[in-house]
């Protein structure tokens, strides 16, 4: 059974700093890897989608990289704002391409 | 595109009443995904469909929980009775097949409490 886990599981970091959020799972027979952002009391918004043959994904200021070896994946995200305050979500999907297995998440807040 | 549609967005119950979840996912998208997000257990697949069949239902937590999709654009989940521990937050989410993509998107979600 595939194991998601996120570290740290929350992150508070004063506006401008450079962080990394952690991805690691057990099971590196995956399909893909996706980053959702979740903000309180709504629902998940897709950030970044990493196929298995890929090693990273960029968007603006995101940056997502995947190792299936050591099964890890990283979220960069650079000069932090605290708009960027939220939950961050790592999935897998496994199980023949359709099933999404969620991480712990971790839950950053971004200071002024 | 609005993205996928959930309603109703807040449901209060009472323990052992029907509850009755509706979603509609994205035009063009042939599978539809239900999950549930507790505090405890986070986010939890509990059935997906395939072109409105239903292909795996191993999440579903017991028999009182039922899914159904009458067609390509509506969906609905049913737990009945409902009970206190149902509480939790339903999202449904739906993607297109592209080989390794498959980009799972989200509805903003169904915040149900049972009392």
């Known amino acids: 059974k595939q194991e998601v886990t996120q570290i740290p599981a929350a992150l508070s970091v004063p506006e401008g700093e450079n962080l990394v959020l952690n991805c690691s799972f057990t099971?590196?027979?995956?399909?893909?890897l996706q980053w959702f952002r979740q903000d309180p009391g709504k629902g998940l918004t897709s950030l970044l989608l990493i196929q298995s043959s890929q090693r990273e994904q960029t968007s603006g200021r995101l940056n997502a990289s995947l190792d299936k070896s050591s099964g890890r994946s990283t979220l960069y995200i650079a000069a932090s704002q605290p708009g960027d305050s939220a939950t961050y979500l790592c999935?897998?999907?496994?199980?023949?391409?359709?099933?999404?297995?969620f991480g712990t998440g971790t839950q950053l807040k971004v200071e002024l | 595109d609005a993205g996928v549609i959930q309603s109703p967005r807040h449901e209060v119950t009472e323990m052992g009443q029907e509850v009755t979840l509706r979603c509609k996912p994205i035009s063009g998208h042939d599978y539809l995904f239900w999950y549930r997000q507790t505090m405890m257990r986070g986010l939890e697949l509990l059935i997906y469909f395939n072109n409105n069949v239903p292909i795996d239902d191993s999440g579903m937590p017991e028999d009182r929980f039922s899914a159904k999709m009458p067609n390509a654009s509506f969906s609905t989940l049913k737990i009945q009775p409902s009970e206190p521990r149902d509480s939790a937050v339903y999202f449904c989410?739906?993607?297109?097949?592209?080989?390794?993509?498959?980009?799972?998107?989200f509805g903003p979600g169904t915040r149900l409490t049972v009392l």
């Open positions: 099971d590196s027979a995956i399909y893909n």
């Open positions: 999935a897998l999907l496994t199980g023949g391409g359709n099933k999404l297995t």
């Open positions: 989410a739906s993607s297109f097949f592209s080989g390794r993509a498959n980009e799972q998107f």
